[in-house]
DNA sequence: AATAATATATGCATCATGCAAATAGGAGCT
DNA sequence: AGCTCCTATTTGCATGATGCATATATTATT
């Protein structure tokens, strides 16, 4: 486990968190900075989520919430007597607040990364000219600017 | 609308270049598409690009390069007789220039996801007060039904 | 000769993920 | 009672990419 990222002197061991590029640690930080949940229903609410089309696995999302409060960003309780297994039932902590918006700087950052390559993108031309989407062979004198 | 994404309707060979969340491989092919250019070459233009300010890891670019003319998006020839040791230049494939399209449809959608979760990010209110944007201190009765 | 820069490649440990499967409580059905 | 399904969490295992160090070779510089 060691991290050779920047000398601890600011909470470096969020690094693990921002480095990833993926949404689901944002997504299931987010989801518990409104209410808390638990696992399952994070599963369930990511699903609907529309910037995680991915179904999540449950392994997965189950390993990042344990993972999540061995750092101390969430905090849970056993909650029992409902219909049902026991659920465990997470809420964010103050650290955890503020690794989000850590997160959201970051995808704020990604954003222009993204744009930047988007631009360099279309800046480029392909020497196959146009854009022939696949199995369209239907390629018609399209506008060569040159 | 949970569905399996695939941006690819062909086969799942592109599905490992897809699912990346990071701009290396795009960048590669981008810079690819402009001219070729050697592996050590790709390692100095991509710490000059706004989209990729890490550093890269030589290992993981020739590596990268490798899997991707293993899978026909580059091509390479050895260059010799210029000074110092021999390089192996690289060159786009169509079907690299394809992948490299997609790779675009993908950026473009990944931002649409950071914009969505940014936008719920913003719409969430943190319990901490704690400013994620200076100057909004407005702040309403929030209701906690049980 | 020693060193540094260029240029590519390999070995190894680590780490996160996907998939499968195990465990377990409760509800509904025959 | 048995059976199945949904809920809910957890663990095991293989895979695959990465970071880091290191090895190799060529050329220019000191």
Redesign the interface.
């Known amino acids: 486990m060691p991290e050779k990222n920047s000398p601890d002197s600011e909470p470096s061991e969020y690094a693990v968190y921002l480095r990833?590029?993926?949404?689901l640690q944002?997504?299931l930080l987010?989801l518990l900075?409104?209410q808390p949940m638990h696992g399952y229903e994070l599963i369930q609410s990511l699903?609907g989520?529309?910037?995680?089309?991915?179904?999540c696995d449950p392994a997965t999302v189950y390993r990042n919430l344990r993972r999540m409060e061995d750092d101390g960003l969430v905090r849970s309780e056993w909650q029992t007597g409902l219909s049902g297994p026991a659920r465990r039932v997470y809420h964010?902590t103050?650290e955890g607040?503020?690794l989000?918006?850590m997160m959201?700087t970051n995808?704020?950052r990604?954003?222009?990364?993204?744009?930047?390559?988007?631009t360099?993108?279309t800046n480029?031309r392909?020497?196959?000219g146009g854009?022939?989407l696949?199995e369209l062979p239907l390629r018609e004198e399209e506008e060569e600017k040159t």
Request: glycine share 6%.
């Open positions: 990833g590029e993926q949404l944002p997504g987010l900075a409104r699903s989520l529309s910037f995680n089309q991915e179904e964010l103050t607040e503020r989000l918006e959201a995808a704020r990604r954003r222009e990364q993204l744009e930047a390559f988007l360099m993108f480029t392909l020497r196959g854009v022939p696949k």
